[in-house]
């Protein structure tokens, strides 16, 4: 690649560089078809979200739209501080301006996913506050597959397995759109280095102590066997397809069954009982996501032993996802656990 070429033109659209181009223009198609006046781009500092935001200004060359870029800072690891300033400097140069929000909130457990979990519920709430209903994540095609793979080892369902959407309500009325969801992160990463020079590495990615790491490390056994992650993402998409026709059987479910307020939930119980194991979860999952204002499913492991919980006969109350079961008259109810 000539110095003259060593970083994309923005004003250009990525026209100097055939591939890039083409996810430019797929990307362009995209957000051309959710015509959406503003949006909030979450932004991590790994190549990922970078490249993200790049397209992002790239995009508003060609359609004056308002981004707001966010940077969420956990404060978890020692340097975050640092990191988010490198961040916002290297976003700096290319005119873009960076928020960064501090979690005040400690994450001493479960690390991550408290922290996606809070994460999402900042984004939301600045979107609500700025009129905002589209959040944009730099999930990949490698990121849809490990999640495969996660749910995979779990023993999820097809709900699970199904993994990432590409567009989905979070919570009161934002949706989470992954325009880059079907993209290989090598691209990205190209895309990162080229226009920003630079990216944050992220040393979690690399701690062995994290499932995700782990999966992340199959990568390259896998496709040697010839099983190579396009494939897998094509059966993914497949099983997409089938999970709209359970939803839709869901969502009859959960009117049928379920009584909702503000502070509690009613759940038939005598109707509960009759369905499949399955749906059991999903109306669980539903019913916990209704009151706390979650995004993501919990485990099906521990759905399943709350499950099996409610099917002795002593049955009193259990604890899960920061809600308390118990049975009340005919009905199965759960409301938030008070700390």
């Known amino acids: ?13 990525f026209k100097n560089f055939k591939d890039l181009s083409i996810i430019f223009n797929k990307f362009r198609e995209k957000l051309d078809s959710l015509n959406k006046k503003r949006y909030l781009v979450a932004v991590s500092g790994g190549p990922d979200s970078l490249a993200l935001t790049a397209l992002t200004k790239a995009y508003n060359n060609f359609k004056k739209t308002e981004f707001h870029y966010i940077l969420i800072n ?55 506050k700025h009129r905002i209903k589209i959040i944009l994540t730099a999930h990949n095609l490698e990121d849809q597959v490990e999640t495969f793979f996660i749910r995979l080892s779990r023993g999820s369902g097809l709900k699970g397995l199904s993994s990432m959407k590409t567009l989905n309500e979070i919570n009161r009325g934002v949706h989470l759109f992954r325009p880059v969801l079907d993209i290989k992160k090598k691209y990205l990463i190209k895309i990162s280095k080229n226009i920003f020079g630079n990216y944050i590495k992220d040393p979690s990615n690399n701690d062995k102590k994290y499932l995700r790491t782990k999966i992340r490390g199959l990568k390259k056994p896998l496709e040697k066997s010839g099983i190579k992650y396009e494939q897998i993402f094509k059966s993914i998409n497949n099983l997409s397809i089938s999970k709209v026709t359970l939803e839709n059987y869901l969502t009859r479910i959960f009117k049928e069954l379920i009584i909702k307020n503000k502070k509690e939930i009613f759940i038939n119980f005598k109707k509960y009982k009759e369905l499949g194991n399955d749906i059991k979860i999903a109306l669980i999952n539903h019913s916990i996501k209704h009151l706390k204002k979650n995004y993501y499913d919990l485990r099906s492991k521990k759905v399943t032993n709350l499950i099996q919980s409610l099917n002795k006969r002593d049955f009193k109350k259990y604890t899960l996802g920061g809600c308390i079961f118990f049975k009340k008259g005919e009905n199965l109810c759960l409301k938030i656990e008070k700390i």
């Open 74 to 128: 956990h404060n978890i690891r020692k340097n975050s501080h640092q990191e988010g300033k490198k961040v916002k400097k290297l976003l700096k140069k290319k005119k873009i301006n960076l928020k960064i929000i501090l979690n005040k909130n400690k994450i001493t457990k479960n690390v991550q996913a408290e922290a996606r979990n809070a994460r999402y519920e900042f984004l939301v709430k600045y979107c609500i």
């Open 1 to 13: 690649m000539s110095k003259k070429n060593s970083s994309v033109n923005l004003k250009n659209g």
